[in-house]
């Protein structure tokens, strides 16, 4: 009788802790990689606005907006360039001003730069846009945010900020690769406190009955 309760009692309670992990383990490494997606998106469009909102009409020291880009590319890790309406690089860190080094420069983003479609709704409406694009100089997924700047005039300029999607999937992997260990952890964690909330159960109940 004591051993069929607290058999009972300890299969009972490690269903419940393994079914909680379980559930939070799937629901986590379906939709970990499109919510660190999503975030890292949002992250990019608020910092993008707040860059063109802070320098735009702001070229009395141009220092300032090379540095400006420089802090922005080491706090976000993306890379961000600035150009004319008709695609002509004016501001990017460690840009020379030679036309080959603008062309070897700006190929991170020259698949955006020659999106017309996107480029004429960022500038149509005046907002920060964002896609996901395969960059074909380095055949990788990436994140790319375009935004109108005003350096001299309204909306002159444009600006482009494309960031990897790798560490993204790297960190979905590496989780992945965590829960294997943290589920052995949690059978063994599961199995001793279920026993432990069995025989503490069962026992008021035996002398009960």
């Given at each position: 009788?004591?051993?069929?309760?607290?058999?009972?009692?300890?299969?009972?309670?490690?269903?419940?802790?393994?079914?909680?992990?379980?559930?939070?383990?799937?629901?986590?490494?379906?939709?970990?990689?499109?919510?660190?997606?999503?975030?890292?998106?949002?992250?990019l469009k608020n910092e993008v606005n707040t860059f063109r909102?802070m320098y735009s009409y702001q070229l009395v020291n141009k220092?300032?907006?090379?540095?400006?880009?420089?802090?922005?590319?080491?706090?976000?890790?993306?890379?961000?360039?600035?150009?004319?309406?008709?695609?002509?690089?004016?501001?990017?860190?460690?840009?020379?001003?030679?036309?080959?080094?603008?062309?070897?420069?700006?190929?991170?983003?020259?698949?955006?730069?020659?999106?017309?479609?996107?480029?004429?709704?960022?500038?149509?409406?005046?907002?920060?846009?964002?896609?996901?694009?395969?960059?074909?100089?380095?055949?990788?997924?990436?994140?790319?945010?375009?935004?109108?700047?005003?350096?001299?005039?309204?909306?002159?300029?444009?600006?482009?900020?494309?960031?990897?999607?790798?560490?993204?999937?790297?960190?979905?992997?590496?989780?992945?690769?965590?829960?294997?260990?943290?589920?052995?952890?949690?059978?063994?964690?599961?199995?001793?406190?279920?026993?432990?909330?069995?025989?503490?159960?069962?026992?008021?109940?035996?002398?009960?009955?």
């Amino acid at each position: 009788m004591s051993k069929s309760i607290s058999k009972k009692l300890f299969t009972i309670t490690f269903s419940l802790i393994l079914s909680v992990f379980v559930i939070n383990m799937i629901v986590q490494l379906l939709f970990f990689e499109d919510f660190y997606l999503d975030r890292k998106v949002k992250d990019l469009k608020n910092e993008v606005n707040t860059f063109r909102t802070m320098y735009s009409y702001q070229l009395v020291n141009k220092n300032t907006l090379y540095n400006a880009l420089s802090s922005y590319e080491e706090s976000n890790n993306s890379k961000m360039a600035i150009f004319s309406l008709d695609g002509k690089l004016k501001y990017l860190t460690n840009y020379e001003g030679g036309v080959d080094d603008s062309t070897t420069l700006t190929a991170f983003c020259a698949d955006l730069l020659s999106n017309n479609e996107l480029i004429d709704r960022v500038l149509t409406h005046d907002t920060v846009e964002w896609t996901i694009f395969i960059d074909k100089s380095s055949d990788s997924k990436k994140i790319g945010v375009v935004s109108p700047m005003s350096l001299q005039n309204f909306n002159d300029s444009i600006i482009i900020s494309v960031s990897s999607i790798q560490p993204i999937q790297e960190a979905a992997s590496v989780i992945k690769s965590f829960y294997f260990y943290l589920l052995i952890c949690i059978l063994f964690v599961a199995i001793i406190l279920s026993n432990i909330y069995a025989k503490l159960i069962s026992k008021p109940l035996i002398k009960i009955n």
